[in-house]
């Protein structure tokens, strides 16, 4: 087999910063084998965070703002690359590719209006392609989208690379929109499928801003204190996507800033605390109320592992505990993974699957009418005399 190293680089919904994974890999599809080297956040720093959120914001941005923010971000990911490989005394030089996925602008899974299906992911690969020297590949979304897709989500294929077992699973990762991977025993991959449930940490995450100044409920301590609101809870599990059948996504278009400005606009007489711990009750009812309805009309459901940053949320994991008793949840570390990690490794591996000439959808999972390749490639720069 020939063994190569790969880059993934991940910028998510929540805005923590820049997730960068290094993989030693051979093979690809189903006989892919990998090994996580090394792995890092770099956070954003205040300013460039602004900058983001004034570009995903309809109200805020222009386009002068994204076409600067493309080639800022392109420095910002070259720079974490190479801050991963200087931690761990890694030539960059022995990078053979990188999976960027790039930070997401707007994502728009169906037609509204004149408004067609369509997504923009940005971080100038070219600028990465030349300030590390070998090639890159992004922009994975778009393809699924042409193929009739709605882009999302794209973590499934390396899920179940990964995680396919003899049990009934589902990989539920928590970042700022929470998604489900659906894996049944024993399974072929076109048994897989997956979705959006709906808010993970960014409907938290953004409450906790406003009223405390904070970036994030830690361990979810504040929540903890707190009663839930039940008249709320009520009104907000009223949103329409929790209801929509799959195949589905959304993003910060629905459950961002002006969603938390409409919660706090219902709760002027309410403690802090309550308001949080609310809203965090909220993420755990919208996965219980698809778990009930979508998969296990299917399967019934023995492992539920959870990953990203959410994982981290004591409160919140313990409330999904409460609702959901007859389900074994785990925790991506409890199996020897990492849960902020997951989806950088998911982009290098599709990187990996699309310089092999292998398509990195599941149909079943975005929606899209057949498998394609994904993602545009940089080649690396040539040096010309």
């Known amino acids: 087999m020939n063994r190569k190293y790969g880059i993934g680089i991940m910028s998510g919904t929540s805005l923590d910063g820049i997730d960068v994974v290094l993989i030693k890999i051979d093979g690809y599809g189903l006989d892919t084998n990998l090994h996580v080297v090394a792995f890092d956040t ?23 703002l994204i076409c600067s923010l493309n080639f800022e971000l392109g420095h910002a990911f070259s720079n974490a690359v190479k801050v991963l490989c200087k931690k761990i005394n890694f030539d960059v030089e022995n990078i053979d590719f990188i999976g960027s996925h790039g930070q997401t602008i707007f994502h728009i899974p169906n037609d509204v209006g004149e408004l067609k299906r369509s997504t923009l992911q940005i971080g100038e690969p070219a600028i990465i392609a030349y300030e590390i020297g070998c090639t890159v590949v992004s922009n994975f979304r778009t393809m699924d989208i042409a193929a009739g897709g709605q882009g999302a989500p794209l973590v499934p294929l390396s899920e179940y690379i990964l995680y396919k077992s003899n049990k009934n699973r589902v990989l539920q990762n928590i970042g700022g929109i929470g998604n489900v991977t659906v894996i049944p025993k024993n399974s072929r991959l076109d048994d897989v499928f997956a ?56 993003g910060r278009e629905l459950f961002g800033a002006q969603f938390v400005h409409k919660i706090l606009k219902k709760c002027d007489n ?31 459901i023995e492992e539920v592992i959870i990953g990203g940053g959410g994982s981290y949320n004591n409160t919140l994991l313990s409330m999904m505990k409460d609702i ?14 990492s849960s902020e990690s997951k989806e950088a490794i998911a982009f290098a591996i599709l990187a990996n699957e699309t310089l092999e000439g292998s398509f990195g959808n ?8 057949e498998k394609v390749i994904l993602g ?8 010309f005399i």
């Open 42 to 64: 770099i956070p954003f720093n205040v300013e460039l965070r602004n900058k983001i959120k004034k570009c995903i914001s309809i109200k805020d941005s222009d386009s002068q």
């Open 195 to 250: 979705f959006d449930t709906g808010p993970g940490n960014m409907i938290i995450d953004e409450t906790v801003f406003r009223l405390t100044g904070e970036k994030y409920d830690k361990n979810g301590e504040i929540a903890a204190r707190g009663k839930i609101i039940y008249r709320l809870l009520d009104d907000l599990m009223k949103n329409k996507y929790i209801y929509q059948s799959p195949p589905k996504t959304t």
């Open 270 to 300: 309410e403690k802090i605390e309550d308001i949080i711990a609310t809203v965090t009750m909220f993420t755990a009812k919208s996965i219980e109320y698809n778990y009930k309805n979508y998969i296990e009309p299917k399967y019934t």
């Open 324 to 337: 959901m008793p007859n389900y074994k949840i785990l925790t991506q570390e409890e199996l020897g993974f």
């Open 362 to 369: 599941i149909p079943a999972a975005t929606g899209a009418y």
């Open 376 to 383: 545009n490639i940089t080649p690396a720069p040539k040096k």
